[in-house]
């Protein structure tokens, strides 16, 4: 008995962000896998779908967004629904990887926490993992599996490359840690010029930086400030203040992942920035949006990199080879 092996894409949601999953759905054509999930009064999560998946290539969409542990968990819990009902291959989609930022010990009885996540995962039944901006690069080495690492700079580049690109600009990496995406920025926008901020973080506090100056010739320019997050919104305040005092003639923020922890909201209506671009990897509730935010859609890329996943293209074809 032979039989030709079909492939069936099926695009799963948690509830933590069931808009741009529902965006990636429609991009795909396929829509979402109808599935009731609920709390138990204890707090205990259920999920099941509501259609057969067996034998299907599963796509299953969570952003890892506040309250963290349990959207994460509930991701958890549809990777062993699908595994225990027969799925062919699991592909976890986290535009926002939870814990990314504990990825190493900076001091002794540390956990490795984006290992931990990572391990979860591949215990629960992942095959594969597809991630966008992640906080350090080496997190991919965490899973053991292939994971697509996405990169959200062509969306936002060439958003600042059609508003701002008649006017001189610097790119800015916040950190000396990042000046390898900043040098991807430059590049994209026409090789402008690079800064970045060297400054001084204190280990006893977190969110806390200690002080900022600017590397870099930025006078009179427009800085574009990177960065792959905004939680509580302390650094890249400072940095663009920084900017500012070096004597930059404006500041635009962009950056992958609004979480927007308080009081992240009012030090970036206050902030010197003219305009604070991110994307919809987390959700960004209606009393966190401010008149200088400007939200980009990450959905045409995901639903790209799921269809590339799923017809064996090439992630990599996206980026120009850097992914």
């Known amino acids: 008995m032979k039989r030709t092996p079909e492939k069936n894409l099926m695009v799963f949601s948690g509830r933590a962000h069931p808009d741009l999953a529902t965006e990636i759905g429609d991009m795909l054509g396929s829509g979402l896998v109808p599935q009731s999930a609920y709390a138990f009064a204890n707090g205990e999560l259920y999920v099941r779908f ?3 998946v067996r034998g299907c290539d599963a796509f299953v969409i969570q952003s890892h967004t506040a309250p963290i542990n349990e959207w994460l968990m509930e991701h958890l819990i549809m990777v062993d629904a699908l595994k225990r ?14 814990y990314g930022r504990q990825d190493k010990k900076h001091r002794g009885r540390e956990p490795i926490s984006a290992r931990l996540v990572a391990d979860l995962f591949k215990t629960a039944g992942a095959d594969r993992l597809i991630t966008v901006d992640l906080h350090a ?3 991919q080495g965490f899973f053991d599996g292939p994971v697509d690492h996405l990169m959200a700079l062509p969306i936002l580049a060439d958003y600042v490359k059609e508003k701002y690109g008649a006017k001189q600009l610097a790119v800015v990496s916040p950190d000396a840690g990042r000046i390898k995406v900043a040098e991807r920025w430059s590049a994209r926008l026409g090789g402008v010029p690079l800064a970045f901020i060297h400054k001084t973080r204190r280990t006893d506090r977190p969110n806390e930086v200690a002080a900022n100056r600017v590397v870099g010739d930025v006078e009179g320019r427009i800085c574009v400030l990177t960065d792959d997050m905004i939680d509580t919104g302390g650094t890249i305040v400072k940095a663009a203040e920084a900017c500012m005092d070096a004597g930059a003639a404006g500041v635009v923020i962009a950056a992958t992942h609004a979480i927007l922890s ?8 206050n902030s010197p920035a003219v305009e604070v671009i991110v994307t919809n990897t987390l959700p960004i509730d209606d009393d966190k949006q401010f008149d200088t935010l400007t939200t980009l859609s990450i959905a045409p890329l995901i639903s790209r990199a799921i269809r590339e996943v799923f017809e064996d293209g090439s992630v990599t074809s996206m980026f120009d080879g850097h992914a």
């Open 50 to 52: 509501e259609e057969s």
């Open 85 to 98: 009902a027969s799925a062919k291959r699991i592909t976890v989609v986290m535009p926002f990887y939870g």
């Open 137 to 139: 690069d080496q997190i």
């Open 262 to 269: 308080d009081p992240a909201v009012d030090r970036l209506k």
